[in-house]
T-cell receptor, first 113, second 116 residues
């Protein structure tokens, strides 16, 4: 597609469940980034990928959070045993190379009941 | 560490009013500076950027000048429109040891509402 695509756009789940969030970057973009937008915390960097490797995962808030990228394209952010404080909008961005302009998707709004 | 502080608002203006949204930053070296905009229900879009001191970024009537002496990057527009209603985020991206800037640090965002 023309832009970064994220799915689902909205996700509501019960506390304790696992969730998977998906990001399809712009075709040909080698770098991919995950951010979290939550009330009170603003936008926070979580992790970025160069190809399939993640040189910087320093923003992942706990070991319940993990992410992978396969084939240098699609990325999945997984949150295990979700907690209410995980409720946020999760944004994905991609760029043609590390350091180039980041293009953002519309985000996944995650609500934990 | 790096940080961005911007006026949190909300800011409510009448159409054709002058807009200023203040942004200051803390960073080592010479980061790149950005303003992103998020329209209702949409993702972040880059509005403008500046990569070195005294650079002025501009787009859609918005301007911001990279002021290293005051560590500021204030957003201005001379005459706002209803369609400018959105959340505006100031951000910085420092150069890492490898010479590339990738990690965006954002301010908390400023909600702007423009009334007709």
């Amino acid at each position: 597609g023309a832009g970064v695509s994220q799915s689902p756009s909205n996700k509501v789940t019960e506390k304790g469940k696992d969730v998977e969030l998906r990001c399809d970057p712009i075709s040909g973009h080698t770098a991919l980034y995950w951010y979290r937008q939550s009330l009170g915390q603003g936008l926070e960097f979580l992790i970025y990928f160069q190809g399939n490797s993640a040189p910087d995962k320093s923003g992942l808030p706990s070991d319940r959070f993990s992410a992978e990228r396969t084939g240098g394209s699609v990325s999945t952010l997984t949150i295990q045993r979700t907690q209410q404080e995980d409720s946020a909008v999760y944004l994905c961005a991609s760029s043609s190379r590390v350091g180039a302009l980041q293009h953002f998707g519309d985000g996944t709004r995650l609500s934990i009941l | 560490g790096n940080s961005v502080t911007q006026m949190e608002g909300p800011v409510t203006l009448s159409e054709e009013a002058f807009l200023t949204i203040n942004c200051t930053y803390t960073a080592t070296g010479y980061p790149s500076l950005f303003w992103y905009v998020q329209y209702p229900g949409e993702g972040l879009q880059l509005l403008l950027k500046a990569t070195k001191a005294d650079d002025k970024g501009s787009n859609k009537g918005f301007e911001a000048t990279y002021r290293k002496e005051t560590t500021s990057f204030h957003l201005e527009k001379g005459s706002v429109q209803v369609s400018d209603s959105a959340v505006y985020f100031c951000a910085l991206s420092p150069l890492n040891s490898g010479g590339s800037n990738y990690k965006l640090t954002f301010g908390k965002g400023t909600l702007l509402t423009v009334n007709p």
